[in-house]
């Protein structure tokens, strides 16, 4: 028997902001929290016929009410929630909650002593960059990591916005936030977290950056042995036009690759580890690839330790069920969502299909769980967002 999700019972504010933010808010979500976002105001939110959903596609789990956040009355609304949340989500750029009049120092946490205030902003806070707008492509461009990404004698390659926006930006901004809840267990007290997708994709570059001293990472970009310039750690077509990855870099991996090639270690240009010889290595894996379709290398490596897989689509994994799952699966205390097979792990609940949220949905259930506040005693709307009535102003 398993108990509940490890983040049931913590309320999170997520101020509505682009990917990295909405992201966090999804991860807290997905274990267990209870995630309300703060929407801009809308002149049919609240109604009986809400809005169109947002473009946000991380909203699983989530609830939403609309606020006017440049109408005092509005802000009045945050500040009177503040006492009765765990985490907020600054998703804004320096500056911005200050000027409107919710300064984690100097309001939030005075407000609420044990609130957690996650800031996530893409360039650092204290850098040249910090007044500049910017998207993934910049943050880890000037972190260092865009410049390692690519093949060589070619300009630097961005990774879509995954490291950036994804990895090093709303998932450490999450671990951020759990590492001060923990905090909080000992002191009694919150704090504010700041995140950014500079700091963030650095540190999870720490590895190839520590080896750019050692032959693991000491040449120009695409040269080395774990960014595509080594032919044993490449990705090769297939005669359909399909793709095999390859990353057979331990020896007994590269004899089964060879096995699986049906190629005889004699017949290979020289040593696989004289970098001379690669050019000529990766032409003749990539002719021999060229010989069969993808299914037919997957059926020869299928079950060999050669490290070779084919490269799947998304497309395909969905047509093929693939099954989403959470980041990490905690057998006791497991994500929301369900039981897959009778075993005992956690499963995703969606992934293929994104459930979109209007401003204002489900965002008044939460307030009457959260608080006992219902429309008409304690807020209402005004300008097609929530006001707090029925108090002093805060």
Known sequence: MTASPPLAGIRVLELAGLAPGPFAGLLLADYGASVLRIDRAHPTAH???????????????????????????????????????????????????????????????????????????????????????????????????????????????????????????GAMCVLGILLAL?????????????????????????????????????????????????????????????????????????????AGLSLHPTSIPGPRDDRRTWPALRALFAQTFLFKTRREWETIFAGTDACVTPVLSQAELEKGDFEQRPAVTLRGTPAVGGRSGGEERDVADGGWTARLLAPGVGGEGVLERWVGWRRGRDYEVEGGGLVRVGRARL
């Not at 473009?55 to 006492?83: C, E, F, N, Q, Y």
């Open 47 to 169: 109604s009986s016929n809400p809005p169109s959903p947002t473009a946000d596609l991380l909203t699983r789990h989530k609830s939403s009410i609309a606020v006017d956040l440049k109408s005092p009355a509005g802000i009045d609304l945050i500040k009177s929630l503040i006492p009765h949340v765990d985490v907020v989500i600054d998703p804004f750029r320096p500056g911005i909650l200050e000027k409107l009049g919710l300064s984690p120092d100097d309001v939030l946490l005075r407000l609420n002593p044990r609130l957690i205030v996650g800031r996530l902003t893409g360039f650092r806070r204290d850098g040249k960059y910090r007044d500049m707008a910017g998207h993934d492509i910049n943050y880890i461009a000037v972190s260092g990591v865009l410049s390692m990404l690519g093949r060589a004698g070619q300009p630097p390659y961005p990774p879509a916005n995954i490291i950036g926006d994804f990895a090093g930006g």
């Open 182 to 258: 923990f905090a909080r267990t000992r002191s009694g007290r919150g704090q504010v977290v700041e995140a950014n997708m500079v700091d963030g994709s650095a540190y999870l570059a720490t590895m190839p950056r520590l080896s750019r001293n050692g032959p693991l990472w000491d040449q120009p970009r695409g040269e080395n042995v774990l960014d595509g310039g080594c032919p044993y750690y490449d990705v090769y077509q297939t005669k359909d036009g399909e793709y095999m990855a390859v990353g057979a870099l331990e020896l007994p991996f590269f004899h089964a690759l060879l």
